[in-house]
Structures are given as structure tokens and as C-alpha cells.
T-cell receptor, first 114, second 112 residues
């Protein structure tokens, strides 16, 4: 089946540094990738939708300069958290459309900013 | 504003009990409703319901979509401790990119 590989699975970084999270579609082409953030005991909140070869669409309240999304190819989308702060600590998950109705998720990245 | 609401937010039961989780939605251009189970990492897919498939069953789990009431239920019979998880309801839309809007989730705890 369609698989999205997400790396790293967890990362600890210092305040002020940047962290890049990668999502690769292994056996299919992902024209669109969705990026979600999940705080403890809360649901998945859509941050942005990335489309291959064009600018990402950000949800209201999400800073595009802080959460840089790049979707340079049909198999790779990246999310870079720039100048990370402790409040950015969260679980980040990517997801891609598969077929006419399905969605497949990456395994998620647990980011801790200290 | 698109909205997906789940209830209850948390539920504690004993093994063997039957549970019903609820999901209601108000979204534009409804396409599909999906149920996921989330334990420690990313959500795992359970069911997808559409206009052409409003009832699904897999083992002890079953789900029904009521398009008139804009809602869905997820039933789990003869619950086991391994069913303990967050159950997420999400609605897919016919908009560009077909985004998913998630509900808050139901935290299910099954005690032995």
C-alpha cells in the first residue's frame, strides 16, 4: 500500500535553532501533502497544505515565515520550524491523499524545544 | 466555518462492554467521513464512509454514516484493553486538495 516515510521520529533542539522534518512518499506520487500539529490530549490541527511546485497554503493563525514548507518534488515535502521556541514543542504529522478518497499518514515527529 | 464535533471526549469502560462513539459535522462540500485509531503515534485507518458506502464493519468494530443528520457513529463491541486509544473522526471535503478536518477525538480507556 501507499506509504509515507516521515523523519525524524523525534528530535530535541535548543531554542532559536531550526528543525527540518521530511515526508517522503515511497511508492506513489504525492501531489498534495497536508501538515498537521497535535498538542497533548488534543486532535490534529491542519497547519498547511503543500502542493508540488507551488507555494503552500497556510491555515489561519499559522505563521508562514516560521513554518516553512517546501514541496519540490512529487515524492518529498519538508516542514522547517525556524527559530524554534518551547511553545513549538508538539507532534507534527504529514498526510497525503491516496486514490480518490484515501489518506495515508507519516509516523509523526515528536519535537521538543528546550 | 467547517466543524467536526465528537462525543464523548473521554470514556472509561470495562472489558466486554460495548461502546458507541459519536461524530457530527458541519462542512462544505462533504466528500467522506473517516474514523482513525490513534495510540502513541500516527493515526491508523479504521473506516471510510461516503455517500455510496454508509455502513462498514470489521470484526468488533462497525460504523454508520447518517447523511441526513450529518453524523456518524463508531461501535465497538466486546471491548478489550487493546482498544484503549484516541478515536478520531475526520471529514474530507471536495475542495481543492481535499483536506481533512478532524474532530477533537474520544479518549477511550478499557479497564480489565
Amino acid at each position: 500500500g501507499a506509504v509515507v516515510s516521515q523523519h525524524p521520529s523525534w528530535v530535541i533542539c535548543k531554542s532559536g535553532t531550526s528543525v527540518k522534518i521530511e515526508c517522503r512518499s515511497l511508492d506513489f506520487q504525492a501531489t498534495t501533502m497536508f501538515w498537521y500539529r497535535q498538542f497533548p490530549k488534543q486532535s490534529l490541527m491542519l497547519m498547511a497544505t503543500s502542493n508540488e511546485g507551488s507555494k503552500a497554503t497556510y491555515e489561519q493563525g499559522v505563521e508562514k515565515d516560521k513554518f516553512l514548507i517546501n514541496h519540490a518534488s512529487l515524492t518529498l515535502s519538508t516542514l522547517t520550524v525556524t527559530s524554534a521556541h518551547p511553545e513549538d514543542s508538539s507532534f507534527y504529522i504529514c498526510s497525503a491523499r491516496v486514490g480518490s478518497h484515501g489518506y495515508t499518514f507519516g509516523s509523526g515527529t515528536r519535537l521538543t524545544v528546550v | 466555518e467547517d466543524k467536526v464535533v465528537q462525543s464523548p471526549l473521554s470514556l472509561v469502560v470495562h472489558e466486554g462492554d460495548t461502546v458507541t462513539l459519536n461524530c457530527s459535522y458541519e462542512v462544505t462540500n462533504f466528500r467522506s467521513l473517516l474514523w482513525y485509531k490513534q495510540e502513541k503515534k500516527a493515526p491508523t485507518f479504521l473506516f471510510m464512509l461516503t455517500s455510496s458506502g454508509i455502513e462498514k464493519k470489521s470484526g468488533r468494530l462497525s460504523s454508520i454514516l447518517d447523511k441526513k443528520e450529518l453524523s456518524s457513529i463508531l461501535n465497538i463491541t466486546a471491548t478489550q484493553t487493546g482498544d484503549s486509544a484516541i478515536y478520531l473522526c475526520a471529514v474530507g471535503q471536495e475542495t481543492s486538495g481535499s483536506r481533512l478536518t478532524f474532530g477533537e477525538g474520544t479518549q477511550l480507556t478499557v479497564n480489565p
